[in-house]
């Protein structure tokens, strides 16, 4: 059993897996090349690759659903690729059906013998998939229960794509004894890290343009008193220095403006004066008229597009008396290689800093590999966005919800 909150949840030890039929849930939705229908990163199909070997050793037959974009989207395509990825990683043949839950797809589930796997094509080509609705709803769909009777255990491994409260997430583990996979357990453990009393000082550094979220987390975080410094950079970093009275000059809040974000500087206000703990660059490193150039805080003269050296040097001494440090979004503009520093230099003062470090975000991760920087022990890179996002804003997840009821509907 992990602990989450005030929930319990099953792992894999908590199940007799052991030559079993297993249903598989993961998160293998990848970046694809819009031309060629190519996997541009196969890193979220590898972070799976410990729950499938273990299910492999204990020769239990493996079945694994998993989506990958969305209906209209460039990126919705059959998963024949991330089938191929998946074989190169594991040294194993994965069997793959064009189907998911057709008289093929069942056929080919009952003839899969222990230690094979099969991957079942593009959960999402189900319509039912793309409809949100409360467990019991989603546990009489046609998805789960064309499938559900020829399993004797679901997993959930997919942390991801926890926030949804689709069929193949919340629906089947009011049917089968349920458990957390190897990645969930570890997301969720790192997780709760963040919470933990005795993990303190807490250091969270919050940017990139997701503002809302941002802004959502920066008021759970006050609430509940878990941060002790909140540091801020990109767009949530401008919205919350117009919220302190700093002048960023009328060239940026135009951007905001434009961007739709000046309605949320009064909700930004209102969580300063709650006494959130919001640090706010003291420099930035501006564009003018094409032009790299510096500005202090308080005499922006161009468009911010990262954060200063200063800003750099007093967001390290914070972090460097943290033991726990909370990435989440860039500083700065880093698809531009000149503004990439501030987020470079933020990065490695958290990794030099002895603390428990959690990255969140793709973008973040990207720059730790330019950066050279790799995740050990202390340091946890999660594969979660929307789900980490909502599970720091202090919201419930309705895939771990649905796990931490599965053992009293259905026991193991």
Same mark, same amino acid.
């Given at each position: 059993m992990i602990r989450v909150n005030d929930m319990e949840l099953p792992t894999m030890e908590d199940l007799e897996l052991e030559g079993r039929r297993v249903l598989l849930r993961v998160d293998f939705n990848s970046p694809v090349d819009r031309a060629s229908g190519r996997l541009l990163d196969? $890193? /979220? #199909? %590898?972070?799976? @690759?410990?729950t499938i070997r273990e299910l492999i050793r204990k020769g239990s037959s493996t079945v694994i659903i998993t989506h990958q974009g969305r209906p209209g989207d460039d990126d919705f395509i059959t998963l024949e690729p991330h089938r191929d990825a998946l074989s190169r990683e594991l040294g194993v043949e994965v069997k793959f059906i064009n189907d998911i839950f057709g008289p093929c797809a069942l056929d080919e589930i009952k003839r899969l013998r222990g230690g094979e796997v099969l991957m079942l094509d593009n959960v999402r080509l189900a319509s039912e998939e793309l409809i949100e609705a409360p467990f019991e709803v989603q546990s009489r769909t046609i998805l789960v229960n064309r499938l559900y009777p020829l399993f004797n255990a679901y997993i959930n491994d997919a942390f991801a794509t926890a926030h949804r409260s689709q069929p193949s997430l919340v629906g089947f583990p009011l049917k089968l004894p349920s458990a957390a996979g190897r990645l969930m357990e570890? +997301? =969720?453990t790192a997780l709760s890290r963040v919470f933990d009393v005795y993990e303190s000082p807490k250091v969270? &550094? !919050? *940017? *990139?343009?997701? &503002?809302?979220?941002? /802004? /959502?987390?920066?008021?759970?975080? $006050? %609430?509940? /008193? #878990?941060?002790?410094r909140i540091l801020l950079g990109g767009l949530v970093a401008e919205v919350f220095a117009l919220a302190k009275g700093i002048n960023i000059g009328d060239d940026?809040?135009? @951007?905001? +403006?434009? =961007? *739709? !974000? =000046?309605?949320l500087i009064p909700r930004a206000r209102k969580a300063l004066l709650a006494g959130a703990p919001v640090e706010v660059p003291v420099d930035y490193v501006v564009e003018r008229e094409g032009e790299v150039g510096h500005a202090h805080a308080f005499n922006v003269n161009g468009v911010i597009k990262d954060i200063g050296p200063e800003t750099v040097n007093m967001y390290s001494t914070l972090m460097s008396e943290a033991k726990a440090i909370i990435l989440r979004g860039p500083m700065g503009v880093i698809e531009d290689e000149r503004f990439r520093k501030g987020t470079e230099e933020v990065i490695r003062s958290a990794f030099g800093s002895g603390s428990f470090v959690l990255i969140g975000g793709g973008h973040l991760t990207g720059m730790l590999q330019m950066s050279g920087l790799a995740p050990s022990e202390r340091v946890h890179v999660s594969t979660g966005g929307g789900a980490l996002l909502l599970y720091l804003s202090g919201e419930k997840l309705p895939a771990l919800e649905a796990l931490s009821i599965s053992m009293k509907v259905v026991g193991k």
């Open positions: 196969d $890193s /979220r #199909i %590898k972070a799976h @690759v410990e570890k +997301e =969720l969270f &550094v !919050l *940017g *990139g343009g997701k &503002v809302l979220d941002s /802004r /959502r987390i920066i008021e759970n975080l $006050s %609430k509940r /008193r #878990i941060a002790d940026n809040k135009r @951007v905001l +403006e434009k =961007l *739709g !974000l =000046l309605p």
